[in-house]
């Protein structure tokens, strides 16, 4: 799987972006997507997954309720819809697709995803 994030930019505190990664291959809908963040100076972070059919949904506490992932299989697509947008959200935000098997030890964790996306930088101005 080949993973190509994009859509990120530069945006004022408030306000809404959606980042988008487009996958390569045909199993694509077999795989849970996440999405992650890095800050400069900071290890990267969880941000969102998503389950292979898009029924279920998990969000690190720090963006819930502002951000929402979700996925077209038909189009190999999974997306970050970012509203409320703070400065603190400002980071190279990477997605990432990983077996169910893998992922079960803990969607927040990036050792069990296995394929990532060279990254989309989004910065917040205050």
């Known amino acids: 799987v080949q993973l190509q994030a994009s859509g990120g930019g530069l945006v004022q505190a408030g306000g809404s972006l959606r980042v988008s990664c487009a996958a390569s291959g045909r199993t694509f809908s077999s795989y849970v997507m996440g999405w992650f963040r890095q800050a400069p100076g900071k290890e990267r972070e969880f941000v969102a997954a998503i389950s292979w059919s898009g029924g279920a949904t998990y969000y690190a506490d720090s963006v819930k309720g502002r951000f929402t992932i979700s996925r077209d299989n038909a189009k190999n697509t999974v997306y970050l819809q970012m509203n409320s947008l703070k400065p603190e959200d400002t980071a190279v935000y990477y997605c990432?697709?990983?077996?169910?098997?893998?992922?079960?030890?803990?969607?927040?964790?990036?050792?069990?995803?296995?394929?990532w996306g060279q990254g989309t930088e989004v910065t917040v101005s205050s």
């Open positions: 990432a697709a990983g077996h169910p098997s893998t992922v079960v030890a803990g969607l927040n964790l990036p050792g069990g995803y296995a394929y």
